[in-house]
């Protein structure tokens, strides 16, 4: 009797399909390892050629993901438009996180003063510049830790999906547009804020936006987890960081992280539909 024969008469294993064809079998094999879970493929003497066993606790769910897999194949090829796979980009992580520590070991009151994102320098004085700088700028050691560990993980993500420099763009430009939102929806009242959170939850909108798309595109509910996972680390992310002003004395911006978010998955949902459309003309 084989491993395999005995912990499936103890029950231990589960048959979770039978294939006819060496490379089909492989291929839901991989489906089943995608799952972070163990198989093993056996030729059989009778009947179909080869089976697929893995653990008997996750026989439902493995069948349940081989049946919406199943599904995803036979849709036209035209609606199977994956969004490829770039570099993590830790050069440009690496460069970030550098500028923010530089800044944080030369920062001053005066520069927080200039520079921070302020409803009145915005829109009474001009000053454009500092959505954007206020993004260098940090209350303290804890907050400035919190941005480069917490964001350093999403921001890592969304070069994965978009590309290194084109993901970092879109990153600074969610923090960005998400200040200016949040300075204008203040404004005429004096509203300051600070910090890298605010582009941290512009990088979950983005993944948010580019897995809405895939799942719309696909007609696949499947695909909607990469979508749902960013939203629920986003709220984790605002009920760990709590609810608070936007003053600078104050790390939390509760508005500034809703608008960097809305504003990342708008940007996110955009990108993917021009390069889901490039494809297609191609």
């Known amino acids: 009797m084989t491993e395999i024969d005995r912990a499936l008469e ?8 039978e294939f006819s064809s060496l490379r089909v079998a492989n ?39 081989f049946r919406l897999y199943t599904e995803e194949q036979s849709l036209p090829a035209e609606r199977r438009l994956e969004i490829p796979l770039y570099g993590s980009g830790i050069e440009l992580f690496l460069l970030w996180a550098m500028a923010l520590v530089f ?24 000053e454009w510049y500092r959505p954007a700088t206020s993004l260098f700028l940090h209350a303290d050691g804890p907050h400035l830790v919190g941005n480069l560990l917490i964001g350093g993980i999403f921001c890592v993500f969304v070069s994965h999906t978009l590309g290194p420099l084109l993901g970092w763009i879109a990153i600074l430009a969610s923090g960005t ?5 949040t300075s204008w929806l203040h404004y005429p009242e004096a509203f300051k804020s600070l910090g890298a959170s605010t582009a941290t939850f512009g990088a979950l909108g983005l993944l948010v ?23 629920i680390a986003g709220a984790i992310l605002l009920g760990w960081f709590g609810a608070g002003g936007g003053d600078p004395s104050s790390r939390v911006d509760v508005l500034a992280h809703v608008m960097g978010f809305a504003a990342g998955a708008i940007l996110g949902l955009a990108i993917a539909l021009r390069r889901g459309n490039a494809e297609v003309a191609e």
Do not use: K
């Open 209 to 231: 936006g580019s897995s809405v798309w895939l799942a719309w595109h696909a007609r696949s509910m499947r695909r909607l987890g990469g979508a749902v996972l960013p939203v």
């Open 177 to 181: 547009f998400g200040n200016i939102v």
């Open 27 to 65: 291929e839901y094999a991989l489906v089943v390892l995608a799952m972070n879970l163990d198989c093993w493929l056996r030729m059989e003497a009778q009947g179909p050629c080869y089976a697929l066993y893995a653990e008997a606790p996750f026989q439902v769910a493995i069948e349940e993901e």
């Open 10 to 17: 103890e029950g231990s294993l589960a048959l979770v399909g």
């Open 103 to 126: 800044v944080f070991m030369n920062q001053t009151e005066a520069m927080v003063e200039d520079y921070c994102s302020s409803s009145l320098g915005l829109f009474e004085r001009g």
